[in-house]
């Protein structure tokens, strides 16, 4: 049996798409389900685009989601190098091969004029200087005029494209440098790439580059062409719908394990009801089969959700780390056990790593007055005079416990005719600066009876 090798190749121009990120995640899905071998390979050949910034970023994003490549321009291989700015040597090798078989041509026709078949200058087998001085050059494949090209897709099954529809493609530049379809062939090839997983979008990329295989005499890799992620509207996830980069996901807040397990259920099911998944409980039930066939919509809320659920798996001493290195951001200095405490009463209530602050920073750091006493004349005007009468019962509470705490101040509220939110909103204000804090009482309690009285007294 064929070992799986499969590769994620992005072209380093920005941040890594949702999109990508799942054909990230799929290929190495693939990969530990098959004992086989994820490769990250860039694909940086466009200079103008391509940055080493952006290749960095690629690779340190890629280990936050915890998609570690078994080789990759961090890590190398047998298979090096794994940047397609560094594989030049090998690509001219190849190039000079299929010029020498007449496999390919140099042609000066402008560039967007052919629009399929170079019939002026497909057999002319001008030499590279004899093109350039007729115009500016380009070296293309000469393909066959009437053939079928079979897509054998592991997904979707056979797909047929004829290669009229395909015509006499560039695959270099006149500096030597191949394009896309060729460079990508070449790596792939050298590489011992078994499986190409990606997006349906390239579909006739993949009927380009099978007739480049067949040409070379090289083995075809078996295909599966995803389909696409589409936005809650139905068009094809991108700009339009907002920053959907991994990168600003990361920055809103969500973890790794949150991003990963709604990717997979973009197109894959473990065929029940189940949706909250390790990245490791997937990778031993992934199959190709069990992917869909149909495009998915993406919904940010549906994203808030996981990420809710997979903060309240984590354990206390993780959840702890986080907290303590959130707050330290901040410069805010809080006791480690304080936190630990405080983690029973706030982490089912977390949504993002970035509800932390606000919900849990005011414990160890006061709010500033003039700013809370904003948040309080924005909410209710009335809310200065219900707690001026609240400081009162507040301040005759001798045993301070969340039972006593709570039984007192809701008799209160009770006899004052209150509605909750009138009294407890203002409340969670005066003492938090905010409208996010953990349950009234629960709160009241952690922060103490002085700390408590001092705050709302400063506030009103």
């Not at 389900?33 to 960095?56: M, V």
């Not at 005066?430 to 922060?447: D, Q, R, V």
Request: aromatic share 10%; proline share 5%; net charge positive.
């Amino acid at each position: 049996m064929t070992s799986v090798r499969v590769r994620f190749a992005p072209s380093p121009s920005g941040n890594l798409h949702l999109g990508n990120a799942r054909t990230a995640l799929f290929n190495w899905l693939f990969a530990k389900s098959n004992n086989g071998k994820f490769i990250l390979r860039i694909e940086d050949t466009d200079t103008e685009r391509s940055s080493e910034k952006h290749s960095q970023a690629l690779m340190d994003i890629l280990e936050w989601l915890d998609l570690k490549p078994d080789e990759s321009p961090r890590y190398e291989g047998a298979y090096k190098p794994y940047k397609q700015s560094e594989r030049n040597h090998i690509y001219s090798e190849v190039i000079k091969k299929m010029i020498l078989e007449k496999k390919a041509f140099w042609s000066p026709a402008e560039m967007g004029k052919v629009k399929r078949f170079d019939e002026e200058w497909r057999d002319a087998n001008l030499s590279k200087e004899e093109a350039e001085k007729i115009g500016p050059s380009a070296l293309r494949f000469k393909s066959a005029k009437a053939d079928r090209i079979e897509i054998n897709d592991l997904l979707k099954g056979k797909i047929k494209v004829n290669t009229k529809q395909i015509g006499d493609f560039v695959i270099s530049r006149s500096d030597m440098k191949p394009l896309y379809n060729f460079a990508c062939v070449i790596d792939d090839h050298s590489m011992k790439i078994s499986h190409v997983i990606r997006g349906e979008d390239h579909l006739t990329n993949t009927a380009k580059q099978i007739q480049l295989y067949k040409i070379l005499g090289w083995k075809i890799p078996e295909f599966i062409h995803l389909p696409l992620v589409m936005g809650p509207d139905g068009s094809p996830l991108s700009k339009r719908h907002g920053d959907v980069s991994v990168e600003k996901f990361k920055e809103q807040g969500f973890l790794p394990e949150s991003i990963i397990n709604a990717l997979a259920m973009l197109g894959w099911g473990p065929g029940d009801d189940k949706e909250i998944f390790s990245k490791e409980e997937i990778s031993k039930l992934f199959e190709i089969k069990k992917l869909n066939i149909s495009p998915s919509k993406f919904f940010p809320k549906k994203l808030n959700w996981f990420n809710g659920q997979h903060i309240r798996k984590l354990s206390k001493e993780k959840l702890q780390i986080i907290i303590i290195k959130k707050l330290e951001e901040k410069n805010i200095k809080a006791e480690r056990k304080v936190i630990f405490d405080l983690i029973d009463i706030t982490q089912e209530r977390l949504r993002s790593l970035n509800d932390i602050v606000p919900m849990i920073g005011f414990f160890f750091k006061k709010p500033e007055t003039k700013k809370t006493k904003e948040n309080l004349k924005n909410f209710d005007l009335n809310s200065l005079k219900r707690l001026q009468n609240l400081i009162k019962e507040i301040e005759k509470i001798d045993e301070w416990t969340e039972k006593e705490i709570e039984t007192r101040l809701e008799s209160w509220r009770l006899e004052k005719n209150y509605q909750p939110k009138e009294i407890w909103q203002p409340l969670r204000i005066a003492i938090s600066g905010g409208k996010i804090s953990p349950p009234i009482f629960e709160t009241l309690y952690f922060l103490g009876k002085e700390e408590t009285v001092t705050r709302i007294k400063d506030i009103i």
